[in-house]
Structure formats: C-alpha cells, structure tokens
C-alpha cells in the first residue's frame, strides 16, 4: 500500500521547548510494508515515509502503535496519524481523499495486528527521485522535438503550452489533465476542437491562436465552459461564423476573434454579459447584429472589417399580410413572457424563439419583420475603441427589426426629421 502526498511529521515535544512546526508539507511517498527488526530478528509491520532528501525513507512502527486518528477533512485530502512512540504527529495533505481513505484503513489493520494476509503490503524500497517531486503545475513545449511521444503529460498540471509543434490535432491526453486551467495550442495546424474538451472542468483560459479551425462545435458551447471559461483566443483561424450557442459562454471576459473569415458575430452577443475585451478585427463583418447594443465593454477593436453605409431607405422587407397564425402565436408567448419548453411546444417552435428580434416598439417579431442597419457610435457599449477604418471613425453599422410598417414608417420619419435639423 503506497500514497503520495504532502506530509510533515510533528514532534509532540516541541512545545515545551519553545519551538514551533513549519506547518508545510514536504512531498513524500508513504508505504505500509514488512520490515525485520535486527534485535529481535522478527517481522513487523512498518510505516515509510520518503522524501526528496531522504529517499531511503524513515520507518515507524505500526502495530499496537497508533494512539488515534484524525480524519475530520479526510475529504479533503487530509489527515493526521498520532503515533505513540516516537511521540510524533504524521501530517497528510494533498492526498486523493481516496487513495487516503483506503491507506489509514490499512494502516488502521495493521495497528490491531489483522492477519497480514488481508493487507495490501508493499515492498520497503527507496522511491525514485521524480516520485517525490513536487506536483508540476505548468509545462511549456514550444518545439517539435521536445513534444512527448512516449511519456504521458504530468497529471498534476494546471498550465499547458504546446506551440510551434505542428499539430493536426488536440492530444487526447491533455484531456485527461482534470486540474487544467489554461491550455496554450496556439501555433499549430489544429483544424477540429474534439468536444471532449469540454470535459476539462476546471478550464478557463483555451488560447487556439493561429491554427487552422474552420467551425466551434455547439457541443462545446454547451458544455461545461459554459461556466468557467473566460478568456477564449480564436484568432487567426479560418472561422466563417459562431454557432448561436456560443452565446452560452457567458463567463466570457476576453474574445479574441481578429483574422478569421467571419461574416457576422453572434445574434444573441449581447448575453455575454461579463465579456469587457472584444477584438474582432480583419474578418468579413458587414453589419453587426442588433444585440450588439447590450454589451458593456472596457476594449473593442474591429478595425479592417468591410462595414457598410448604413442607410435607413435600404431595407428587407419579410412580412406578408396578414401574418401567419404561427408568428402571431410565437410574437403573443415572447411579449405576454408565457413560460414554454419542448414539453409544451414543438421543438422548432422553441429555436425560433430563442432567435426572437426586438422591433423598435419594444415588441418582439421571430420570422416576419423589416430589416434595415442604422449607425451607432461605438463608445455606446466600450469605454475604449480602435478605430473602425483609417478615417478615424468610431460608428459602425447595427441591425435594426421592425415588426410592422407602421414602426419602419415612424423610424423612418424620425430619421428624416433628425437629417433636417
């Protein structure tokens, strides 16, 4: 029976010499095994524990030897073991609680003195310097020659960079590093993201930086990024577009979307309500979508996208007279707020309402509506903003719904009067 973890073995004694513990743990490998005592030439049953500095291990004896046990944060990985002779306190922390748990039963067993059939014994050997080291948190592999090929990426870590090592694809062992809070593949040949790496739960920061990506699965959008991810760097990729589920990323704080291909930004952008840092220059944006007003950033760059010159008159016109009986019945849940779900209504009928437009009424159109951009100053929604052209402007053309003539007609005429002030 062997665990790794931190350990700090405490003298009870010190105190009444005026001394006091570290109270840090220093990385060790404990093993419950058979040692032969050289005075009474007999087996017993022993606890080692090694360390980095002392990797042929100190020994103490289990049998009969155990005062008690503290097990209240086991959970958490940690516990205490009181021994009677030496008078010490075995310290345990950052243990799999468990690996933990099923240590001090053994440990427990052997204190009783159970047949020592029934225990998980190990051999007492000095460990390997690397069993002792402390856990790696980060890793950086900038070069091909220097990617593992035979060795697996160290479990502990929380940081991982691999750049420059011309990867068609993510390892699906960095998939297993549950710990991981930034994963770093930018400058690669990555074209596919497995949804898998929504499974990193711990994962907040995923840099994909000059690869060759054409799509962001819905999957991830849906998966558990949804509530920790927060810094999400797509740039210089092949993106066209971002599915409408993007816009369950909400923890997003910093997007960076600038040299892709995109032709629009999320319709439902405006959800993402933490976001403060948003680039999304040299893409293909020719309006942006209308819910673009309800962000509140600190820093917008779309610089070197082909914005158009908004003009009232131009519009698209997708209403029919009378309408439908299935917009009226969709425009009536979306303004009345009726509470609906695919348990009450048919699933297609749910996406259209989730892609719902807000006319300038205030009122809601889904698939029948008057379409038309207008011009908004970007200092609207960003303190700070790159200019949008080399002419030093800061507007950009926004979509705007109308959900019947009536409402276009009045845009229209507030327009008019405003250009003849």
């Known amino acids: 029976m062997k665990l790794q973890c931190d350990v700090e073995v405490v003298n ?62 086991v959970e958490e990985g940690k516990a205490t073991v009181r021994l009677k002779e030496p008078a010490v306190d075995i310290c345990l922390s950052k243990a799999d609680s468990n690996s933990l748990k099923n240590f001090l039963s053994a440990a427990r067993l052997a204190d009783r003195g159970s047949d020592t059939s029934s225990l998980p014994l190990s051999t007492l050997t000095p460990v ?42 993510v ?20 074209k596919k993201l497995p949804a898998t790496i929504g499974d990193l739960s711990c994962l907040s920061e995923l840099i994909l930086h000059n690869n060759h990506l054409e799509a962001f699965s819905e999957a991830l959008c849906l998966s558990t990024l949804q509530r ?32 892709n291909a ?8 405006g959800r993402l309500s933490k976001l403060r840092f948003l680039s999304a220059a040299h893409n293909q944006l020719a309006v942006l979508p209308c819910d673009f007003r309800k962000l509140s950033l600190e820093n917008l760059d779309l610089f070197g996208n082909p914005f158009i010159q908004p003009n009232p008159l131009d519009h698209k016109m997708q209403l029919t007279f009378p309408l439908p009986l299935q917009e009226l019945a969709s425009r009536a849940v979306a303004n009345l707020r009726i509470p609906y779900g695919p348990h009450l209504i048919p699933a297609h009928l749910c996406r259209d309402l989730k892609i719902a437009k807000t006319c300038d009424c205030g009122r809601i159109c889904i ?55």
């Open 128 to 169: 390997r310097a690397r069993d002792v080291e402390q856990p790696k948190k980060k890793l950086a592999i900038v070069s091909k020659k220097d990617y593992p090929l035979t060795s697996n990426f160290p479990h502990s870590l929380e940081q991982l960079q691999v750049s420059y090592c011309k990867l068609s694809r």
């Open 12 to 73: 009870r004694m010190l105190p009444t010499f005026g001394m006091k513990s570290r109270g840090k743990g220093t990385r060790a490998v404990l093993s419950i095994g058979k040692h032969l005592d050289k005075t009474t030439q007999r087996s017993n049953i022993y606890l080692m524990i090694c360390t980095a500095k002392d990797r042929a291990g100190s020994k103490y004896k289990l049998k009969g030897n155990i005062e008690k046990f503290f097990t209240w944060f």
């Open 367 to 421: 698939s029948f509506y008057i379409k038309t951009a207008v011009s908004m100053n970007l200092h609207q929604v960003s303190h700070t903003v790159v200019l949008v052209d080399d002419m030093g402007g800061t507007d950009a053309p926004v979509e705007q719904h109308f959900c019947s003539l009536s409402c276009y007609s009045e845009f229209l005429d507030n327009s008019l009067q405003r250009g003849t002030r």
């Open 228 to 259: 920790t991810l927060q810094h999400l760097d797509l740039s210089q990729n092949r993106l066209q577009m971002l599915p409408a589920q993007f816009c369950q990323l909400r923890e997003l704080v910093n997007l960076k979307l600038d040299d």
């Open 171 to 190: 390892d699906m062992r960095m998939l297993s590093l549950k710990a991981l809070r930034k994963l770093d593949l930018s400058n690669n040949h990555i």
């Open 262 to 269: 995109l032709l629009c930004l999320p319709f439902h952008i």
